[in-house]
């Protein structure tokens, strides 16, 4: 149980940490975002200048050179010679923007809510945990059947983000709602399964 807890808060830590950098640097790329007085920079994340230096213009949106990583992938999908557009670009298949106009957002979230369930996974499984339908049934009556349900809802939710191309998309609040709901449940089975063991 604590390597599960440890692995788990490693990886939403990592995974929180990475979209606070990711959406800070997008609200500075956004034309949405433009204006000192702008929404975007009522909460964080967002970049702010050190105490005692002028503050940062947000006047304009900034630039942001991609990585060779970047470049790669859209020559491996577009091909050596993409169809360019009127001004010279070639479009690129981008992620949807969510309700925040972030594009950052649903990526991170999808894939922390994926990580999270693996880690629940595979730490249930190392008890016969109810990680799928048949093992769900051999647990009814040992828990109440609202937990039961969770973890389909739950499951159900990975598997949406796993194999569907069209599903509602994930927030970090539901990543993080995510998480600790996967650790409450895995304390519940830890629990009923110590004391089935004692029994």
């Not at 050179?65 to 992938?73: I, N």
């Not at 979230?109 to 051999?138: C, H």
């Amino acid at each position: 149980m604590e390597l599960y807890l440890d692995k788990s808060s490693k990886a939403m830590l990592a995974a929180t940490l990475s979209f606070d950098y990711a959406r800070s640097a997008e609200k500075m790329t956004e034309w949405n975002c433009v204006g000192r007085d702008n929404q975007a920079w009522n909460n964080g994340p967002f970049l702010a200048s050190p105490a005692n230096k002028p503050d940062l213009d947000r006047s304009y949106p900034y630039c942001f050179k991609t990585s060779k990583e970047f470049a790669m992938t859209a020559q491996i999908i577009l091909g050596d010679n993409p169809e360019k557009l009127e001004g010279g670009g070639v479009k690129i298949p981008l992620p949807p923007k969510d309700e925040n106009e972030s594009r950052v957002e649903p990526v991170l979230a999808k894939l922390a809510i994926i990580e999270q369930f693996e880690l629940f996974k595979e730490y249930l499984s190392t008890f016969d945990g109810p990680t799928n339908k048949k093992r769900r049934k051999a647990w009814e009556g040992k828990v109440e059947s609202s937990t039961l349900e969770l973890v389909t809802d739950l499951t159900n939710r990975r598997n949406e983000l796993t194999h569907d191309s069209i599903y509602h998309l994930p927030t970090m609040k539901e990543a993080v709602e995510y998480f600790y709901k996967l650790r409450q449940l895995a304390v519940i089975f830890t629990e009923v399964h110590l004391s089935s063991k004692q029994s």
